[in-house]
């Protein structure tokens, strides 16, 4: 595993705990549709520190998608950031005006997508995608825009740039096209970089070089990373913490190395024995019993209880609270919790000292 | 691109022929025979057979058709549109400042069709389901549904009788092109506006889009530079077909406005069973609604980096 926190890559001090770029404290993202309010991310809470990277892990429909677009405020209607703050800059971001956004995203924020070859305009030669950055957050002339593309689209190990700077998407391939995308997003050496399924639509030999540029370039610039993936061993192979996530909530969040070792939450170790490892032989992978509940169900208890094999009456009568262990780890997770504190009543969630906006 | 071009131009060599022949025919399908139609009533029985032989000699009525189509299509082809049966001048000089006029007005008219019909189009895209949407979508069914000739009324009706802001007639000035352009123009921006609403949705839908947000680029910005061009891909084909339409409407237009173009004088042509002006004003419009269709398509290939142009 070559994911261990290193903070000798770090350009950020390694000393003192170094402030988070972005911290997010109760977000709650509902869709309010005929059938009533789907809370699709309820109640999350995380943050990540410059040069950081961050997984976000969790099966289709979790969440992560819609907590990834919250950050930076591009929830199409009819979703809606309902509560919770997102706190960048000593800014809360779900108040921020539209005007605030847009000089925020892609130079301070940026974002990274699932589909590159969708996400890039078809109409448009990449290297002017890149270029408009430049010159839309720099107020840089066309021609020295370009230049700067140029460069870039090199730095991201785009073959023959100059050339390439001139083509359409359509003439790129996926793990190419996922370079310009990385080249857009980190131009400006933002603060933030959420990458949402970077490399699920790319080949299994591509995959892995992407993630090692985009951790690298991060690394480089200090841009603390929000890697979201259903894919464990992206994870396992990129991220510093984890935060694993199931039906709108977080369950368990950890550094990269303990998570792998010793999963706190059921779920976890459950995504974890999902997971084909290699040089052991099973004949089965195994898989979670049941699926994920429909987001607009609610439930009374623990929402993982009904395919949690180590459920009992309490899973499905009270539902555990994000709790603090020990060794800097939360789990969700009423078995997680040591004895003495199992049996106090928690409130809703971990306590956190106040902080002014 | 310029291999593509002259490919393009090839193809339409044989659907030039094919409205050549067709043009041809109309001679053949007129309910009365063209050199009676042309002598009727206007000279003795005596004389009629001998002159109707030279006429029909002139003309080479006499010959069988393959004949008569060879002699027709080389005269074509060298420009010669053959005289007018009833003023016995060349026809190109009849129509040739017609023709003119006919583009003018038909230009006049695409250009405020594109204007209205592309500004009200994405608006209601833009800000779909508001007040802009449902009003342009009341007002675009009810140009839809309404004839040119009756929205050209009310508009006479209007600006020229009521307010006497315009001419009513056309007077060969731009002042008098006003109103016929608007009648033709807004008819047609109706579809052309439906078209860009749901070719614009389906574009602000795409990822691309939402990648643009992403980069904080301005709204303005991503409508018109990233959206547009996509969404004017499918437009351009809807705006070379509705050429099609102007021409047609411009026939009808032109007579309640009173313009001088190839439309009036086609509806006149008709009247006087006149069939050499008449087969050169099909002519004409067929090759131009032709020409026009070859430059949007050699323009969709030049706006679409993903058409292969080899």
């Known amino acids: ?357 | 691109m310029a291999a593509f071009i002259l490919r393009r131009l090839l193809v339409t060599i044989p659907v030039l022929a094919g409205i050549l022949f067709a043009t041809f025919l109309i001679k053949a399908l007129i309910p009365t025979d063209a050199v009676l139609a042309l002598y009727s009533g206007k000279v003795t029985e005596q004389k009629a057979e001998a002159a109707i032989a030279a006429i029909r000699a002139k003309y080479d009525l006499d010959k069988p058709w393959y004949e008569q189509f060879a002699s027709y299509a080389v005269k074509v082809a060298q420009g010669d549109l053959g005289e007018s049966i009833r003023t016995r001048r060349p026809v190109a000089d009849e129509i040739g400042f017609r023709y003119v006029n006919t583009m003018i007005l038909t230009g006049a008219a695409l250009l405020v069709a594109v204007l209205v019909g592309l500004t009200t189009g994405i608006a209601s895209a833009y800000w779909k389901g508001s007040w802009i949407d449902e009003a342009a979508m009341a007002v675009g069914i009810m140009g839809i549904s309404m004839p040119a000739f009756f929205f050209g009324l009310v508009l006479i009706y209007f600006f020229g009788v009521q307010l006497k802001w315009l001419p009513v007639i056309g007077t060969g000035d731009l002042r008098s092109l006003i109103l016929p352009a608007l009648t033709l123009g807004l008819i047609e921006s109706a579809p052309l506006s439906r078209i860009t609403r749901s070719s614009m949705l389906d574009v602000l839908s795409q990822d691309y889009i939402k990648a643009a947000r992403a980069k904080g680029l301005s709204e303005a910005y991503i409508v018109l530079r990233h959206a547009l061009p996509n969404a004017l891909l499918s437009i351009l084909t809807i705006v070379g077909l509705q050429i099609g339409g102007l021409l047609g409407g411009a026939f009808i237009i032109e007579v309640v406005f009173g313009w001088h173009g190839i439309g009036e004088l086609a509806v006149k042509a008709i009247g006087w069973r006149d069939f050499t002006i008449t087969q050169a004003i099909i002519l004409i419009s067929a090759c131009t609604y032709v020409s026009v269709n070859l430059v949007v398509d050699i323009l969709y290939a030049w706006a679409d980096p993903r058409i292969n142009h080899r």
């Open chain 1, 1 to 357: 595993m070559t994911a261990l926190s290193s903070p000798m890559h770090s350009s950020a001090s390694p000393a003192a705990p170094i402030a988070p770029v972005i911290e997010v404290r109760g977000l709650r993202t509902h869709f309010t549709g005929e059938t009533g309010i789907i809370r699709a991310v309820d109640g999350v809470d995380l943050h990540v520190r410059a040069g950081e990277c961050l997984g976000l892990v969790g099966e289709s429909g979790c969440g992560k998608t819609i907590t990834a677009l919250s950050l930076v405020r591009l929830v199409s209607p009819p979703g809606r950031i309902a509560a919770g703050e997102i706190l960048y800059d000593g800014r809360d971001l779900v108040k921020a005006s539209e005007a605030d956004l847009l000089a925020l995203r892609g130079d301070r924020i940026s974002m990274i997508f699932q589909q590159p070859k969708a996400s890039l305009n078809p109409v448009i030669q990449i290297g002017w995608q890149v270029a408009e950055l430049f010159c839309h957050h720099r107020g840089m002339a066309r021609r020295a825009a370009w230049l700067e593309a140029v460069e870039l689209l090199k730095a991201v190990g785009l073959p023959a740039a100059e050339r390439k700077a001139l083509a359409y998407p359509h003439e790129l391939s996926g793990g190419q096209a996922q370079r310009v995308m990385i080249a857009m997003a980190l131009a400006l050496k933002p603060r933030l970089l959420i990458a949402d399924e970077p490399t699920t639509a790319l080949d299994v030999t591509v995959q892995a070089q992407i993630l090692h540029l985009l951790r690298g370039l991060c690394r480089d610039f200090g841009t603390a990373l929000i890697l979201v993936t259903h894919d464990l061993g992206v994870v396992a192979e990129t991220a510093d913490r984890v935060a694993v996530m199931y039906a709108g909530q977080i369950v368990e969040t950890a550094d990269v190395v303990p998570l792998f070792a010793q999963p706190a939450h059921p779920y976890t170790r459950g995504l974890l024995h999902s997971m084909p490892v290699q040089g052991r032989r099973r004949d089965r992978l195994d898989a979670i019993p049941g699926s994920v509940p429909p987001p607009g169900l609610t439930m009374a208890g623990c929402r993982f209880a009904p395919r949690c094999s180590f459920a009992f009456e309490r899973c499905h009568a009270e539902p555990p609270p994000l709790v603090g262990l020990p060794d800097g780890r939360q789990a969700r997770c009423w078995l997680a919790i040591p004895e003495p504190t199992r049996s106090r009543s928690h409130s809703d969630d971990v306590a956190r000292p106040g902080q002014p906006d």
